[in-house]
């Protein structure tokens, strides 16, 4: 190898990779269309965002095994539906939940916010069960306001750099944390918007920590939700909201779900899924979280 030059290095490796038998570096096997799609319907499990409308449009809720990117302005309820999520996950199935725990990376994670609405969740859950007549033995596992915050995993980050370590950290976390179901990323885009002047080294860098958390998804069989901030850009002759991180990170997400004000009114739109038609429809942010639009809970206009 010493008195090899560049061409011939580069000639003898490929040689060698040609020798190599294919199923020596082919990860797994194929499948057919079939049993992937059988497989899909019988594991694709959702989870409920606690607002029926919302949970109509994309199916039944948050999709596991999925990446869902949700956007949208300031103000308009990215963290609250975070947390309602990362609370909806401790309820058991026949309420909507994937009974198991919550991993929340970075953002304005609020303890006591989290509280308000697991004592709203656990009171739902016991006027459900009274509902339905199930006994009490049937309903063993529902969840208390008083210890849901221990069941949610909370990591802050201040940089790039962090937060990448810790996404290359997750898979070892959760292989020791099995009842892991969610891993909610607030927000997703803040440390990436500043100090980088290299775009293609950003993009790559992107793109990377993307595949790592689809991976992440499929693998565990839990759902992976960044919240991200958006911007206006002018398309077709009028401004629109965008996503932050351009166009290449549009394509690393499954879902992408734009929060925005309707007049005085919260909407959530699906802007892009490989199942669910595009669609809009009304919620609010209540004080016991995330529900469906009601007349008290639209933003008052400034006098």
């Known amino acids: ?4 030059d560049g061409s011939d290095a580069i000639l003898q490796q490929e040689q060698q990779q ?11 096997d194929p499948q057919n269309a079939w049993d992937l799609l059988h497989e899909e319907r019988s594991l694709m499990t959702r989870l409920t965002t606690s607002c029926a409308d919302l949970d109509d449009i994309l199916g039944g809720g948050i999709s596991c095994k999925q990446v869902t990117e949700i956007g949208g302005v300031p103000g308009i309820g990215k963290t609250q539906l975070g947390i309602q999520l990362a609370v909806n996950v401790q309820m058991p199935s026949y309420c909507g939940g994937l009974g198991g725990k919550a991993i929340y990376i970075e953002g304005s994670f609020m303890g006591e916010r ?19 007549h199930k006994d ?9 306001g008083k ?24 898979e070892e976390f959760i292989s020791d944390h099995k009842d892991v179901k969610i891993v909610i990323i607030d927000s997703v885009a803040f440390h990436f918007r500043q100090g980088f002047e290299d775009l293609a080294l950003r993009t790559r860098i992107l793109g990377e920590m993307a595949l790592k958390l689809v991976k992440l998804a ?39 779900i734009i929060l925005y004000w309707n007049r005085n009114e919260r909407y959530a739109y699906i802007d892009k899924s490989p199942y669910l038609r595009p669609a809009a429809a009304p919620y609010s942010v ?7 639009s009601a007349p008290h809970c639209k933003r008052s206009k400034l006098v």
């Open 114 to 132: 989290a509280q308000e609405i697991a004592e709203a969740c656990a009171e739902d859950i016991s006027e459900y069960k009274r509902f339905l």
């Open 218 to 256: 499929k693998m565990c069989n839990l759902a992976v939700v960044l919240l991200n901030q958006v911007t206006t850009r002018y398309m077709e002759g009028s401004f629109q909201l965008s996503f932050s991180l351009g166009d290449s990170w549009s394509r690393c997400c499954t879902n992408r």
């Open 136 to 144: 009490l033995q049937a309903c063993q596992g529902e969840i208390q």
């Open 18 to 28: 040609q020798s190599l038998n294919p199923k020596d570096w082919i990860a797994v």
């Open 147 to 170: 210890d849901v915050l221990q069941n949610i995993y909370f990591f802050r980050i201040c940089s790039y750099t962090e937060q990448i370590a810790l996404i290359n950290y997750l």
């Open 1 to 4: 190898m010493d008195g090899l």
């Open 286 to 292: 209540t004080a016991r979280g995330i529900r469906n």
